[in-house]
């Protein structure tokens, strides 16, 4: 089953808890919360406080992709949050292991995400310790991207790797998909979409979704 997660950060925030149970009653059975530094990542988004607010008026999975350097300072935090995903980046710590496990020591679940350059062999070691992995199809820190079709392949990597040793894994794509590029991710073996603009920027996000589910 395909798992839809819209990214709030193409949504119009004034109406940030409208938005996110319009998109929950269409089918939605997550939602993408992109939370950016200005340093792992050249631009700035929203932390805590906003998550935390968000957390009173829904019951959607929250599914929150940090975007920072150093996240083990965070994890806390974003747990109190209300963070049911945690993804981290392979790239953002010299631990990622650790952290992972920081994060399931509070029983929420743990992704890490690889950039477009970083190869899917650097997540073999670790992925019987995983709950998702996060390939990034586009370069992470702002949306409205194009696809970049090359990542794709990773997936398929993953998937592989995952099936030949008895992994039970989801694995998230997020950046630039949209209705009509989503199967090449689902073939190669992804199961957990994050859309933004493709969601929130549309005339009527219900029936995005509903195309992308079905
Ligand atoms: C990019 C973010 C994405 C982004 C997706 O750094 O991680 O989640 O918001 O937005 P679209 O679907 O517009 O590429
Ligand atoms: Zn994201």
Same mark, same amino acid.
């Given at each position: 089953m395909i798992i839809i997660s819209p990214s709030?950060?193409?949504?119009d925030f004034t109406k940030l808890g409208d938005e996110v149970k319009k998109v929950h009653a269409a089918g939605a059975e997550y939602i993408h919360l992109d939370v950016m530094?200005? +340093?792992?990542?050249?631009n700035i988004s929203f932390g805590p406080p906003v998550i935390s607010s968000l957390k009173k008026v829904t019951d959607i999975v929250f599914d929150v992709h940090l975007m920072i350097t150093q996240p083990q300072r965070y994890i806390k935090d974003y747990v109190d949050a209300g963070a049911d995903i945690i993804t981290i980046h392979y790239?953002?710590?010299?631990d990622p292991l650790e952290v992972v496990k920081l994060i399931k020591s509070y029983g929420v679940r743990a992704s890490v995400s690889i950039k477009p350059?970083?190869?899917?062999?650097?997540?073999y070691p670790m992925l019987g310790e995983l709950d998702m992995v996060l390939v990034m199809?586009?370069?992470?820190?702002?949306?409205g991207q194009k696809m +970049?079709?090359?990542?794709i392949e990773k997936v398929r990597e993953l998937r592989e790797y995952a099936n030949k040793n008895g992994i039970d894994i989801d694995i998230e794509v997020d950046g630039g998909i949209t209705p009509d590029n989503l199967k090449y991710a689902t073939e190669a073996g992804a199961n957990v979409i994050v859309a933004g603009s493709a969601i929130?920027?549309?005339?009527d996000p219900v029936k995005v979704i509903n195309v992308m589910k079905s």
């Open positions: 709030v950060l193409a949504c530094d200005g +340093i792992f990542v050249p790239e953002s710590c010299e350059a970083t190869p899917a062999e650097v997540l199809t586009v370069e992470p820190g702002f949306g +970049i079709p090359e990542t929130f920027r549309a005339e």
